[in-house]
Every structure is written in structure tokens, then in C-alpha cells.
């Protein structure tokens, strides 16, 4: 069994905030090792809406081309509401995203163990470093680990699952440089192109009393509910579609615990609400600051910022995710905001969303 001291940083996690955190050490020439569980880039449940500050960190290390999101339209019933960017959102395939992110990692020196679990963690003390076993039979000691597990805790607990999600590729562009998006009851979902000939939709829907099955009915049924919907599919073939059914965490602040010389990064820090589309930059983001605290040697001081930074994003995102959960209130809210879009873009500033 290989033991050997590592004073490189852990990370643990390889989606897009384990990946940019990689990315941001090897930038600082910090050497880093990155911790995978299955394999960069395979297929998860999320959007692909890219916010525009984090459109501009991926496009500062030439990941793309990304397709750029000037507009969006929200719709509630018969109610649209448009508004554009100051500066461009993004829409790109995640799963791209993160190989092109590791390909740029391995490129500057970077280590990626992929398929690679971490079995057992023996948490660092202030006298003793982090103890990792993982699933080759390897251990590593570090002083410093960075936890980019995004919906699973550090070490095994039950997550829960109170939201459906389905996501699908298909080879139509609805409305070039949009993101629409549609509120439902209990459920809502975006459509954007991530390339010139393909887009994705993907639908959150809040788990009631009844206990379905979960299969691509939902979907269905969600598109037969709105009159919009129905326009939009009723000339897309799906039968070609990628599909993926799934189930979504809740989106909160993780109770993480305080051990020492620990960086909790993206959706291991807190899962933000999709109704916002911030959750990528929140990964990317988190990660680049964890990277600059480590190197300042003040992990105390990443852990206040980011769990403010975190909250922020939260408020704002529940606010926005219970007013797309009912088309009513959206009926409500759009006349208003209509008149005055003023509010709108104050928050998105808020939200780091301009
Ligand atoms: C329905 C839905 C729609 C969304 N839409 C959008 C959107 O349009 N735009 C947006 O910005 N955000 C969106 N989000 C949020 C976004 O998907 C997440 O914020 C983002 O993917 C989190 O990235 P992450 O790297 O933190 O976590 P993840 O992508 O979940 O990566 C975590 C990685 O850690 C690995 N891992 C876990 N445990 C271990 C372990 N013990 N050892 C090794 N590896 C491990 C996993 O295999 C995984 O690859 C959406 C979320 C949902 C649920």
C-alpha cells in the first residue's frame, strides 16, 4: 500500500468547482491533486445557463466558444417579461465545460485521479494533517483539503431529494441568444441553445404528496399544462433527445463541519437555487477564492467570505425560486416588474447576475 506525505493541496471532487479550484492553484503555480469519484465530464442533472461574471472567468481561460445569451424571457401563464444582459449570459454544455477545464488543468501540470473515491477520512487536528484513504489503496496525508463534493457531505449522510429534475438535449434552436424561462406549478424550466444547432431544457419540479414513478412523463405532462410549451415542442422530435431523469437536492447552506485548514467549495458549500442560473458561477468563484486564501494562508478568512457571499445568493435565490413554483404569484409579480424594470436589474446586480 503506497503512503507518502503530500504537502500539495487535496481536492476532493471534480465537477466545475473542483475543476476551476485546480485550475486557479496551477494558475498561482500551487501544485494541486484533484480527487474524482467517476469520470470528469459525464452527464448531471443541471441547467446550462451560465451567469455573465462567470461567462467572463471561463472565457479568461479560454473555455468555450460559448453561446452567447444576450436576453430572457420569463413567462407565467399568458405574462412574458423580457429583459436583456449588460453584458452576455452563456449557454454551454456542462459536461464540456468540465473536460475542457480538466484538459487546461493537465496542460499546466495538474494532477486528476479519476475513478478514484475517497474510502475513509481521518480529519486533520491542529497537530496532525488530513488522513484520505482512497479507493486504489492509496493514502494521502494533507494539511489542506478542499471539499468540491457538491450535493454529497464529506462523509457519507443521507442527502435529501426533494425535487425532481429532467434534462434534454435536443437539435433545435428555439430562440437564438435567449434563455426562456417558464413557471409552472411546482415546477419550472429553462430552454437555451448551448451550440448553433442544440439546446437544453431542463425542468426542477417540487415533489408532492402523490408517488410517482419518475420517468419522462413529467415532462410531458409539464408541456401539456402550458400553452407556450405545447407551441415550442409540438415541432421538435425527442424521440432523439438525450434524456436525463433525475432526482435534485435541496438548496441550502450545508452544515459543514470545523476542521482545521478546510475550503468548502461550490454545491459542498451550499446548493443555490436554480431559478438564478448562479450556481456554476458560485462553483467557479468559490474555487478561485479558496485558491487565493490558501495561498494568503488565511482559510479562516475564505470560510467568513464565502459562507456571506453564499447567503446572499441564497436569499435572493429562494425569493425568485417560490415566485417561479407558482405561476400565480408570477402573474402577480410580472405586471410590476414590467413597469418597473429597474428592480429587476438592481437585483440581478445583487446576484452578481449582470
Ligand atoms: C435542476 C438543476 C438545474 C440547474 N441549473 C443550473 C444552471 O442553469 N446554471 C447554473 O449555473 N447552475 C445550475 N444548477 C446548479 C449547478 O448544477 C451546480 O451548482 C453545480 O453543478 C455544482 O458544481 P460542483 O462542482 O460544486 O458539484 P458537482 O458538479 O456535483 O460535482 C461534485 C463532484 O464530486 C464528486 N464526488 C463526490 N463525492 C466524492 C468523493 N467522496 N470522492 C471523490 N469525488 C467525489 C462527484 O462524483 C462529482 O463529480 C442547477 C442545479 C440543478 C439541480
Not at 442533472?45 to 430572457?72: D, N, R, S, T, Y
Not at 429532467?166 to 415546477?187: E, Y
Amino acid at each position: 500500500m503506497a503512503n507518502h506525505h503530500s504537502e500539495v493541496a487535496v481536492i476532493i471532487g471534480g465537477g466545475i468547482s473542483g475543476l476551476s479550484c485546480l485550475n486557479a492553484f496551477l494558475d498561482r503555480g500551487i501544485p494541486a491533486v484533484l480527487i474524482e469519484a467517476t469520470h470528469v465530464g459525464i452527464p448531471k442533472m443541471c441547467g446550462e445557463f451560465i451567469a455573465p461574471p462567470a461567462v467572463k472567468l471561463l472565457e479568461q481561460w479560454e473555455i468555450g466558444p460559448i453561446q452567447e445569451i444576450h436576453h430572457v424571457e420569463f413567462r407565467a401563464r399568458k405574462n412574458k417579461f423580457n429583459m436583456n444582459f449588460s453584458h452576455y449570459a452563456g449557454g454551454f454544455s456542462r459536461s464540456e465545460a468540465e473536460l475542457l477545464l480538466a484538459k487546461r488543468a493537465l496542460n499546466k501540470g495538474g494532477i486528476i485521479k479519476e475513478k478514484t473515491s475517497i474510502d475513509k477520512l481521518i480529519p486533520a487536528t491542529e497537530d496532525l494533517p488530513y488522513q484520505l484513504e482512497l479507493s486504489t489503496g492509496e493514502i494521502i496525508t494533507t494539511k489542506t483539503a478542499i471539499f468540491a463534493t457538491g450535493k454529497f457531505a464529506a462523509q457519507q449522510t443521507a442527502v435529501s431529494m426533494p425535487y425532481y429534475g429532467i434534462k434534454l438535449h435536443f437539435d433545435k434552436i428555439v430562440s437564438p441568444n435567449r434563455l426562456l424561462m417558464f413557471s409552472c406549478l411546482n415546477a419550472y424550466l429553462g430552454i437555451i441553445p448551448i451550440n448553433n444547432t442544440v439546446s437544453n431544457c431542463t425542468c426542477l419540479i417540487k415533489k408532492t404528496s402523490s408517488n410517482k414513478i419518475l420517468d419522462k412523463n413529467y415532462f410531458y405532462e409539464l408541456v401539456q399544462s402550458n400553452d407556450g410549451l405545447q407551441q415550442i415542442f409540438q415541432s421538435i422530435d425527442l424521440n432523439n433527445a438525450k434524456w436525463l431523469v433525475g432526482h435534485a437536492p435541496e438548496f441550502q447552506l450545508k452544515k459543514n463541519p470545523a476542521w482545521p485548514n478546510a475550503f468548502w467549495i461550490g454545491d459542498a458549500l451550499a446548493g443555490i437555487h436554480p431559478a438564478i442560473g448562479s450556481g456554476f458561477f458560485h462553483g467557479i468563484l468559490s474555487g478561485i477564492l479558496a485558491a487565493e486564501y490558501y495561498a494568503s494562508m488565511t482559510p479562516d478568512l475564505y470560510h467568513h467570505e464565502s459562507i456571506l457571499l453564499a447567503k446572499k445568493k441564497l436569499r435572493y435565490s429562494k425569493l425568485i425560486h417560490h415566485i417561479l413554483l407558482s405561476p400565480s404569484l408570477g402573474t402577480m409579480v410580472l405586471p410590476f416588474v414590467k413597469k418597473y424594470p429597474g428592480i429587476v436589474n438592481w437585483l440581478l446586480e445583487k446576484i452578481h447576475f449582470a
